[in-house]
């Protein structure tokens, strides 16, 4: 990575609790920017602030957490915000058919909805200043569909949909919107997921009970990493590319993946794609 004068730029990460987040949030840090760490959990933003960071609160489910933890960042930075990187997210399992309304609307109060509401508030600060950078944590999810992941799936489509907007709507006022679109990369996103599925899902009066019996052991499973997967730091080099650079790419793609499905999404009929789509959930929930 090319050196950068950051002279202590400030970003604002959500999601900082582990995984993508809390490695962006170290990088950046040691690189010179001046992190403002979040997390959901009051236990989590102690952790942060004990490893040396300003850290500040922030619910994405609660539109007075989001305002308290925008003032209270505003307060530490001095009242402008050159980025946001929108990171916290949760992927909510389960057959499309089995999703109540509540849990769809969960699923979208965090992953968008929150998301969304943030980026709002911020924007004018950085319309003010002339300049700023958003960096949306999207999904390979957000590019194709797997099945048993509709609600995520949903809420990324829609994310990058939103991101495609805003994008548009902030040419020409010095704030760079881009799209980080990971695969599978190390983090507890699979325990948080089997946490949620148990929570919502009621596999035993499910058409689809086989099929979770099956995924249940999949998210609890542990070893080796599914194949392609790569370190959290994958993403960094990312998220670095996408504030250091004078002209940010609209869309960032990590892993194999990513790179492998952006391009048959493109080169496959429909009814092709979903051969290959099936193929894939058959054989991870074997």
């Not at 679109?181 to 997921?193: K, L, T």
């Not at 429909?270 to 894939?280: E, G, S």
């Given at each position: ?116 509401e943030l980026t709002n508030q911020l924007i004018p600060v950085m319309r003010k200043q002339g300049f700023g950078r958003i960096i949306q944590n999207s999904s390979l999810l957000g590019i194709v569909s797997l ?140």
């Amino acid at each position: 990575m090319a050196a950068y004068e950051t002279n202590g730029k400030s970003i604002l990460i959500s999601g900082c609790s582990s995984g993508i987040g809390l490695c962006v949030a170290r990088g950046l840090r040691q690189r010179g920017y001046q992190v403002i760490a979040s997390a959901r959990r009051e236990a989590d933003v102690e952790k942060l602030r004990q490893e040396g960071f300003s850290a500040v609160q922030l619910d994405l489910d609660d539109t007075d957490a989001i305002r308290r933890a925008v003032n209270e960042t505003l307060a530490i930075t001095g009242g402008e915000l050159f980025a946001l990187f929108n990171n916290g997210a949760y992927g909510q399992p389960g057959a499309v058919e089995d999703l109540s309304r509540d849990t769809l609307r969960a699923q979208f109060e965090t992953n968008l909805f929150g998301t969304v509401e943030l980026t709002n508030q911020l924007i004018p600060v950085m319309r003010k200043q002339g300049f700023g950078r958003i960096i949306q944590n999207s999904s390979l999810l957000g590019i194709v569909s797997l099945p048993y992941r509709g609600a995520y799936n949903a809420s990324k489509y829609a994310l990058e949909g939103i991101t495609d907007t805003l994008r548009l709507e902030l040419h020409g006022t010095g704030i760079h919107v881009s799209l980080i679109e990971p695969g599978p990369v190390q983090s507890r996103f699979r325990a948080n997921a089997f946490a949620m599925y148990k929570k919502h899902i009621d596999a035993t009066h499910s058409a689809h009970r086989d099929t979770y019996r099956r995924m249940e052991r999949r998210l609890q499973k542990v070893g080796p990493a599914a194949p392609f997967t790569l370190p959290p730091e994958a993403v960094l080099k990312k998220v670095i590319h996408a504030l250091e650079s004078p002209r940010p790419r609209p869309r960032y793609y990590v892993t194999v993946p990513t790179w492998l499905f952006g391009i048959l999404r493109r080169l496959l009929s429909t009814r092709m794609l979903d051969r290959v789509l099936r193929a894939i959930s058959r054989g991870e929930n074997k």
